[in-house]
Antibody, heavy 113, light 112 residues
Framework: DVYLVESGGGLVQPGRSLRLACVGSGFPFDDYAMHWVRQVPGKGLEWVSGISWDSKNRGYAESVKGRFTISRDNAKSSVYLQMNSLRLEDTALYYC??????WGQGTLVTVSS | DIVMTQSPFSLPVTPGEPATISCRSSQSLLHKNGYTSLDWYLQRPGQSPELLIYLGFNRPSGVPDRFIGSGSGTNFTLKISRVEAEDVGVYFCVQVLQTPWTFGQGTKVEIK
C-alpha cells in the first residue's frame, strides 16, 4: 500500500516561515512526480506546487509563486514545501499527493497573529 | 488555467438508485499520448480524497464497479450505478493535463 505522511504544519504568524515535509512509502518514490494541494476546511481544493521525479521541473500556483519552494530528496523518499512570507490566506490543510492519485492525511497550517 | 465546471452542487440520492455527476473543462483534456487527463475523487467527511477514477474511465483496484467514469474532450460524467450509504461525501473532478491542476467545485452526495 502507498503511504504518504505529512508533517511540519502548525500555527505561525503572518510573514513567518514554515517547512512542510512528506515521506512516502510503499512505492518507488523516485519514479513519481509529487505535488502539494491545499484545502481550506469546508472549501474546495487548490493545487499549490509540483515537482518532477528528477527535480528538473517545478511548478507553482500564482498565489504562492515567489514565496513557496518545493524540493525533494529521493534518497529519503521525501518531498518538502518551504513556505515563506506566509499570509492569512495560506491557512489550509496541506496534502501531499503522489502523481497518479494517492493523498496523505494532510497537515494543517494556520497563519494568524 | 483550465476551468473545471462541475454539477450539481448537491445531490440527494436514494440507496439503490443511480446518481450522475457532470464535469466540463474549458479545453480538451486529451493528452498527446491519447489518454484523457481527468480524474474523479470522493472525499468522505473528515478524510482525505480517495481516487475513484483515473484517466477518464479507469478504476483503481479496490474501487467498486458501481463507479463508472465516461466522457471525452471537454465533457465528463461520473455515474454511480446503485448508490450505497457509504458513498456519501463530496465528489470532485480534477484535470491533470497540465499544471496548475484545477478542480471542480465539488458535488455533495447525501442520502435522502
Amino acid at each position: 500500500d502507498v503511504y504518504l505522511v505529512e508533517s511540519g504544519g502548525g500555527l505561525v504568524q503572518p510573514g513567518r516561515s514554515l517547512r512542510l515535509a512528506c515521506v512516502g512509502s510503499g512505492f518507488p518514490f523516485d519514479d513519481y512526480a509529487m505535488h502539494w494541494v491545499r484545502q481550506v476546511p469546508g472549501k474546495g481544493l487548490e493545487w499549490v506546487s509540483g515537482i518532477s521525479w528528477d527535480s528538473k521541473n517545478r511548478g507553482y500556483a500564482e498565489s504562492v509563486k515567489g514565496r513557496f519552494t518545493i524540493s525533494r530528496d529521493n534518497a529519503k523518499s521525501s518531498v518538502y514545501l518551504q513556505m515563506n512570507s506566509l499570509r492569512l490566506e495560506d491557512t489550509a490543510l496541506y496534502y501531499c499527493v503522489k502523481d497518479g492519485g494517492s493523498w496523505g492525511q494532510g497537515t494543517l497550517v494556520t497563519v494568524s497573529s | 488555467d483550465i476551468v473545471m465546471t462541475q454539477s450539481p452542487f448537491s445531490l440527494p440520492v436514494t440507496p439503490g438508485e443511480p446518481a450522475t455527476i457532470s464535469c466540463r473543462s474549458s479545453q480538451s483534456l486529451l493528452h498527446k499520448n491519447g489518454y484523457t487527463s481527468l480524474d474523479w475523487y470522493l472525499q468522505r467527511p473528515g478524510q482525505s480524497p480517495e481516487l475513484l477514477i483515473y484517466l477518464g474511465f479507469n478504476r483503481p483496484s479496490g474501487v467498486p464497479d458501481r463507479f463508472i467514469g465516461s466522457g471525452s474532450g471537454t465533457n465528463f460524467t461520473l455515474k454511480i450505478s446503485r448508490v450505497e450509504a457509504e458513498d456519501v461525501g463530496v465528489y470532485f473532478c480534477v484535470q491533470v493535463l497540465q499544471t496548475p491542476w484545477t478542480f471542480g467545485q465539488g458535488t455533495k452526495v447525501e442520502i435522502k
